[in-house]
């Protein structure tokens, strides 16, 4: 519980200051309404379905776990259209962060042989909910110092505002080069979070705080070596406030079977973590798994601190053969 406090206390101070305050993943890449919502429905499918978990602060009993799902489908008028939810829990339930968003891209600029290198332009608008859970907390006038903590004593701590439901909207732009048969497609990407600066209303004084707005960039560049080998060298900058991540790595894709690839990599979290992943790609469902091996130093400070991910992604086709049958989608 007192490391839990100090977690949420850490997240706190930052927020007053401006700093990050959403939850983060490692495999960026597979939840993409969070990485940037011109990437909605970026597949070479008619329509995908993700979801990931990460367990993060393992060593902390109820420490903080994160889990998405996100869908979104292909159209033939240029627009293509998804939704994601997202809740970020922490101290068993008495903390939550709530996002349910809609996203809409524009994909009509095409130029290049064959309108194959792609200009996206997105759009996403919902809601953003925080709640405290008061009886989930163990306060300090709770507790006996000869019997411990009791339950059925009302605590005189109260908290004026244990929920807050802000709109929220965020845009990106994303371009990447579809076109089949090459050694090299590149993309590249940026989008920015919480453009409408919602309201903090846990804050208290005459002035009151804001979400700061989230900038990503994101990009790489697929490198196919062979028909049955190729690698991805990808980075990944986000700056929330006075706050920033930096993550550079590379995924690799080895073809095992007709219907089964093997997927291998590794990122650096610069000042914070090594992220080993490994996955499966199976007919057209994508099995990941990630390991953050904690490097901070809030991580000396409250001891083991590594995190897990894990996710799955399902790309729907409504027919075999597809007009864009090699089509090079933007992802890792």
Request: some cysteine.
């Amino acid at each position: 519980m007192k490391k839990i406090l100090i977690a949420l206390f850490t997240t706190a101070v930052c927020f007053a200051a401006k700093a990050q305050v959403d939850p983060h993943f490692s495999e960026y890449y597979v939840y993409p309404s969070w990485l940037n919502p011109a990437l909605t429905g970026a597949i070479d499918g008619d329509y995908r379905v993700s979801a990931i978990y990460r367990n993060q602060w393992g060593n902390i009993s109820n420490g903080f776990s994160t889990v998405g799902l996100s869908g979104d489908v292909v159209t033939n008028k240029n627009l293509n259209f998804g939704g994601s939810i997202l809740q970020q829990t922490a101290g068993n339930g008495g903390y939550t962060y709530l996002t349910a968003y809609a996203s809409i891209a524009y994909t009509g600029v095409r130029f290049g042989v064959n309108g194959n290198q792609r200009l996206v332009f997105g759009l996403q608008g919902g809601i953003v909910q925080r709640r405290f859970n008061t009886s989930k907390f163990q306060l300090g006038d709770q507790w006996n110092p000869i019997t411990g903590y009791n339950p059925t004593t009302v605590s005189t701590d109260v908290i004026a505002t244990p929920s807050s439901t802000v709109f929220d909207a965020g845009a990106g732009i994303a371009y990447y080069d579809a076109a089949p048969n090459k050694k090299a497609n590149l993309f590249l990407g940026f989008s920015a979070s919480h453009l409408t600066q919602p309201d903090d209303k846990f804050t208290t004084g005459p002035v009151k705080g804001k979400f700061p707005i989230r900038y990503t960039a994101h990009g790489g560049v697929k490198l196919t070596v062979s028909e049955t080998f190729s690698i991805t060298p990808n980075l990944l900058y986000l700056r929330q406030g006075n706050a920033e991540e930096k993550m550079v790595g590379a995924n690799v894709q080895l073809r095992a079977t007709d219907n089964t690839d093997v997927l291998l990599g590794a990122n650096y979290r610069f000042n914070d973590a090594i992220v080993p992943f490994a996955g499966v790609y199976y007919k057209n469902f994508t099995l990941g798994f990630s390991y953050d091996i904690n490097n901070s130093d809030l991580g000396k400070t409250l001891g083991t601190t590594n995190s897990f991910e894990i996710s799955l992604s399902y790309i729907g086709r409504k027919s075999k053969e597809l007009a864009g049958k090699n089509f090079v989608c933007p992802r890792l």
